[in-house]
T-cell receptor
Framework: ETGVTQSPTHLIKTRGQQVTLRCSSQ?????VSWYQQALGQGPQFIFQ???????GRGNFPPRFSGLQFPNYSSELNVNALELDDSALYLC??????????????FGPGTRLTVL | RKEVEQDPGPFNVPEGATVAFNCTYS??????FFWYRQDCRKEPKLLMS???SGNEDGRFTAQLNRASQYISLLIRDSKLSDSATYLC????????????FGKGTTLSVSS
């Protein structure tokens, strides 16, 4: 069973640029959640995709957007990058129905630095 | 006020010590409760779920008090390998079963 993978592992961008981060969910999982973890903080929920539809969103501006593909992999897109977007971006996959909780398995993350 | 608040830490303890972490949550709609462990520059991993009846997994004991919206984690006989950041986490059915994390408490166990 392949675990959650993310790419790239590290990324450096400048303010105003756009970035796309990718996540492959664990085999058999239909749900992907994205989190932002700033240095010294706990992860913060960005949004979740369940069977290709957004299934919840945290307190992040619209310049944070996402997609989930038929194979349940996912992308996180961030437009107009700001310095405060520098963080570890974590993807987590799970196998769940619309309202039940199942364990979320995290990928190793993408470390984004915005200069 | 943050939705999940934890002891600020860090906790520095010798091997063999017992250490307790406390956590409070503000949203009474929270339905599921967990402790995650995060090693330096790694992803969080589920340590244990927390139930109202309390639950134990080896040296680790977790307690939940829904009335006071309080969660705890007790680690007995600390090992060097327990050194990590411990994250208190709650989940609610709204917002798509999102996990809401506390800031984390860092534990350093020394020999």
């Amino acid at each position: 069973e392949t675990g959650v993978t993310q790419s790239p592992t590290h990324l450096i961008k400048t303010r105003g640029q756009q970035v796309t981060l990718r996540c492959s969910s664990q085999s058999g999982h239909n749900t992907v959640s994205w989190y932002q973890q700033a240095l010294g903080q706990g992860p913060q929920f960005i949004f979740q995709y369940y069977r290709e539809e957004e299934n919840g969103r945290g307190n992040f501006p619209p310049r944070f957007s996402g997609l989930q593909f038929p194979n349940y992999s996912s992308e996180l897109n961030v437009n107009a990058l700001e310095l405060d977007d520098s963080a570890l971006y974590l993807c987590a996959s799970s196998d769940q129905g619309a309202s039940s909780y199942n364990e979320q398995f995290f990928g190793p993350g993408t470390r984004l630095t915005v200069l | 006020r943050k939705e999940v608040e934890q002891d600020p830490g860090p906790f520095n303890v010798p091997e063999g010590a017992t250490v307790a972490f406390n956590c409070t949550y503000s949203n009474s709609a929270s339905q599921s409760f967990f402790w995650y462990r995060q090693d330096c520059r790694k992803e969080p991993k589920l340590l244990m779920s927390v139930y109202s009846s309390g639950n134990e997994d080896g040296r680790f004991t977790a307690q939940l008090n829904r009335a006071s919206q309080y969660i705890s984690l007790l680690i007995r006989d600390s090992k060097l390998s327990d050194s990590a950041t411990y994250l208190c986490v709650v989940s609610r059915a709204q917002a798509g079963t999102a996990l809401i994390f506390g800031k984390g408490t860092t534990l350093s166990v020394s020999s």
